[in-house]
């Protein structure tokens, strides 16, 4: 088991910036890729962004592509995600999440953190 807990959210206002960080225990963080979704009332949970368990790799949605950076610290067991340039769209709940390696889906979660972006 993976265990994932998410911290940095808050309220702000458009075109300001927020860190979110992810804390993993439970098993060896280096082995996991790991990612952030994000869920806005109403609408399902979109992918957000991801890294390779090496670090050596991301991925980003395009509406989030220059504006977010996620990054591992794989000493502390930990994952970012620093957003800039928020915008009242971004506002969700935003979840972490890991899976081992490349081999299929997200399966692990944390239990979210708010993100509101006022306009």
């Known amino acids: 088991q993976v265990q994932l807990v998410e911290s940095g959210g808050g309220l702000v206002q458009a075109g300001a910036s927020l860190r979110l960080s992810c804390a993993a225990s439970g098993r060896t963080f280096s082995d996991y890729t790991m990612g952030w979704f994000r869920q806005a009332p109403g609408k399902e949970r979109e992918f957000v962004a991801s890294?390779?368990?090496?670090?050596?790799?991301?991925l980003y949605a395009d509406s989030v592509k220059g504006r977010f950076t996620i990054s591992r610290d794989n000493a502390k067991n930990t994952v970012h995600l620093q957003m800039n340039s928020l915008k009242p769209e971004d506002t969700a709940v935003y979840y972490c999440?890991?899976?081992?390696?490349?081999?299929?889906?997200?399966?692990?979660w944390g239990q979210g953190t708010q993100v509101t972006v006022s306009s």
């Open positions: 890294i390779r368990w090496r670090g050596d790799s991301t």
């Open positions: 999440a890991a899976r081992y390696r490349n081999y299929g889906e997200f399966n692990y």
